[in-house]
């Protein structure tokens, strides 16, 4: 059975209030959207808190703390790399992960989120 809405009176200052809100942060959602849908895979999440912590790391550090494969990291950097969660540089043959700088106050509160449950198991 779905939700039946029986409300009396609609508060149409409320209701475009809300509207042009919503309407004028649609970038924003965008963007929490495009980080939440790419870091709500679990390794994903792993190397955001990883890189969090650390501030960069190369995709052999990643494999060894993670024991996965190198190709199996470099698929989820990449992708990651291509929604502008990361950033990467260079240095001889080594290349290294970090946080997007545009990115990190958003994906910070969720990393202190994943500190705060490992200090409370304590």
Same mark, same amino acid.
């Given at each position: 059975m779905g939700i039946k809405c029986?409300?009396?009176?609609?508060?149409?200052?409320?209701?475009?209030?809300?509207r042009h809100r919503v309407g004028s942060m649609s970038q924003a959602f965008t963007n929490l959207s495009k980080i939440l849908a790419l870091g709500g895979n679990e390794?994903?999440?792993?190397?955001?808190?990883l890189l969090k912590d650390e501030g960069e790391l190369c995709p052999c550090d990643i494999s060894d703390?993670?024991?996965?494969?190198? #190709?199996? /990291? +470099?698929?989820?950097l990449r992708k990651m790399k291509d929604g502008n969660i990361l950033i990467s540089?260079?240095?001889g043959q080594t290349?290294?992960?970090?946080?997007?700088?545009?990115?990190?106050?958003i994906?910070? #509160?969720? /990393? +202190?989120?994943?500190h705060h449950e490992l200090i409370n198991q304590k």
């Open positions: 029986i409300r009396v009176f609609a508060d149409q200052k409320q209701i475009e209030s809300c390794v994903r999440l792993k190397i955001l808190f703390i993670l024991g996965m494969s190198i #190709p199996a /990291i +470099s698929q989820h540089r260079r240095t290349i290294f992960y970090s946080l997007a700088e545009g990115q990190k106050k994906i910070e #509160p969720i /990393i +202190s989120n994943i």
